[in-house]
Protein backbone atom coordinates (compact mmCIF):
# COMPACT_ATOMS: atom_id res chain seq x y z
CA UNK A 1 0.00 0.00 0.00
CA UNK A 2 1.30 3.00 -0.62
CA UNK A 3 -0.11 6.60 0.56
CA UNK A 4 0.13 9.79 -1.80
CA UNK A 5 -0.43 13.66 -0.72
CA UNK A 6 -0.27 16.16 -3.37
CA UNK A 7 0.49 20.03 -2.02
CA UNK A 8 1.84 23.29 -3.39
CA UNK A 9 -1.66 23.89 -5.42
CA UNK A 10 -3.11 27.51 -5.48
CA UNK A 11 -4.46 30.36 -7.13
CA UNK A 12 -2.09 31.76 -9.62
CA UNK A 13 -2.39 34.66 -12.23
CA UNK A 14 -1.68 33.59 -16.19
CA UNK A 15 2.14 33.49 -16.48
CA UNK A 16 3.14 32.25 -13.24
CA UNK A 17 4.60 29.22 -11.94
CA UNK A 18 3.96 26.49 -9.63
CA UNK A 19 5.73 23.66 -8.18
CA UNK A 20 3.43 20.44 -7.15
CA UNK A 21 4.65 18.02 -4.74
CA UNK A 22 3.23 14.97 -3.92
CA UNK A 23 5.14 12.71 -0.99
CA UNK A 24 4.60 9.44 -0.30
CA UNK A 25 4.60 6.55 2.31
CA UNK A 26 4.07 3.27 2.48
CA UNK A 27 5.98 1.05 0.28
CA UNK A 28 8.97 1.29 -1.30
CA UNK A 29 8.27 4.63 -3.38
CA UNK A 30 11.56 4.21 -5.38
CA UNK A 31 10.35 1.10 -7.08
CA UNK A 32 7.13 3.13 -9.12
CA UNK A 33 6.62 4.77 -11.72
CA UNK A 34 5.32 7.92 -10.76
CA UNK A 35 2.81 9.73 -12.85
CA UNK A 36 0.64 13.45 -12.82
CA UNK A 37 -2.71 13.77 -14.02
CA UNK A 38 -5.51 16.33 -14.11
CA UNK A 39 -9.27 17.03 -13.92
CA UNK A 40 -10.55 20.12 -15.09
CA UNK A 41 -13.90 20.81 -14.23
CA UNK A 42 -16.53 19.48 -16.54
CA UNK A 43 -13.97 17.41 -17.94
CA UNK A 44 -12.45 13.96 -17.67
CA UNK A 45 -9.64 13.03 -16.28
CA UNK A 46 -6.45 13.77 -18.10
CA UNK A 47 -2.68 12.59 -18.38
CA UNK A 48 -0.26 14.98 -17.62
CA UNK A 49 3.24 12.76 -17.11
CA UNK A 50 4.94 10.34 -15.74
CA UNK A 51 8.39 9.41 -14.19
CA UNK A 52 10.16 5.95 -14.59
CA UNK A 53 11.43 4.70 -10.81
CA UNK A 54 14.75 6.21 -11.36
CA UNK A 55 13.91 9.20 -12.54
CA UNK A 56 15.84 8.90 -16.24
CA UNK A 57 13.12 8.12 -18.35
CA UNK A 58 9.75 11.01 -18.67
CA UNK A 59 7.08 10.50 -20.43
CA UNK A 60 5.26 13.64 -21.68
CA UNK A 61 2.10 14.56 -23.33
CA UNK A 62 3.24 17.54 -24.78
CA UNK A 63 2.72 20.03 -22.89
CA UNK A 64 6.33 21.65 -22.77
CA UNK A 65 5.49 24.06 -19.96
CA UNK A 66 5.64 21.20 -17.29
CA UNK A 67 8.49 19.34 -15.96
CA UNK A 68 8.21 16.43 -13.93
CA UNK A 69 10.91 14.95 -11.19
CA UNK A 70 11.52 12.43 -8.26
CA UNK A 71 13.50 12.98 -5.50
CA UNK A 72 13.67 8.86 -4.36
CA UNK A 73 15.87 9.83 -0.90
CA UNK A 74 12.63 12.61 0.25
CA UNK A 75 10.00 9.89 -1.63
CA UNK A 76 8.47 12.83 -3.45
CA UNK A 77 7.64 13.49 -6.70
CA UNK A 78 6.94 17.27 -8.17
CA UNK A 79 5.45 18.85 -11.20
CA UNK A 80 7.19 22.15 -12.44
CA UNK A 81 4.79 23.90 -14.54
CA UNK A 82 5.37 27.11 -16.03
CA UNK A 83 3.64 29.95 -17.68
CA UNK A 84 0.21 28.49 -16.73
CA UNK A 85 -2.42 29.43 -18.36
CA UNK A 86 -6.51 30.28 -17.78
CA UNK A 87 -6.62 26.26 -19.15
CA UNK A 88 -4.58 24.71 -16.68
CA UNK A 89 -7.06 25.26 -14.20
CA UNK A 90 -7.66 21.87 -12.93
CA UNK A 91 -7.67 19.22 -9.68
CA UNK A 92 -4.00 18.24 -10.38
CA UNK A 93 -3.50 14.16 -8.89
CA UNK A 94 -0.04 12.12 -8.46
CA UNK A 95 -0.85 8.35 -8.96
CA UNK A 96 1.59 5.10 -8.67
CA UNK A 97 2.08 2.25 -11.17
CA UNK A 98 4.16 -0.08 -12.71
CA UNK A 99 4.25 1.23 -16.34
CA UNK A 100 5.01 4.20 -17.74
CA UNK A 101 2.10 5.07 -19.53
CA UNK A 102 -0.79 7.70 -19.58
CA UNK A 103 -3.33 5.16 -19.20
CA UNK A 104 -5.08 5.14 -15.87
CA UNK A 105 -5.79 1.41 -15.09
CA UNK A 106 -2.05 1.05 -14.76
CA UNK A 107 -1.83 3.43 -11.66
CA UNK A 108 -2.68 1.65 -8.43
CA UNK A 109 -2.61 4.37 -5.91
CA UNK A 110 -4.04 7.61 -6.08
CA UNK A 111 -3.67 10.81 -3.92
CA UNK A 112 -6.58 12.78 -3.28
CA UNK A 113 -5.61 15.92 -5.56
CA UNK A 114 -4.57 19.47 -5.03
CA UNK A 115 -6.66 22.18 -6.78
CA UNK A 116 -4.72 24.86 -9.37
CA UNK A 117 -6.59 27.96 -10.39
CA UNK A 118 -5.02 30.50 -12.96
CA UNK A 119 -6.50 33.60 -12.83
CA UNK A 120 -6.44 35.24 -16.50
Known amino acids: QVQLVESGGGLVQAGDSLRLSCAAS????????MGWFRQAPGKEREFVTA??????SVYYTGKGRFTISRDNAKNTVYLQMNNLKPEDTAVYYC???????????????WGQGTQVTVSS
Open 51 to 56: INSSGR
Open 95 to 109: AAGGLLTGQERHYNY
Open 26 to 33: GRTFSGYI
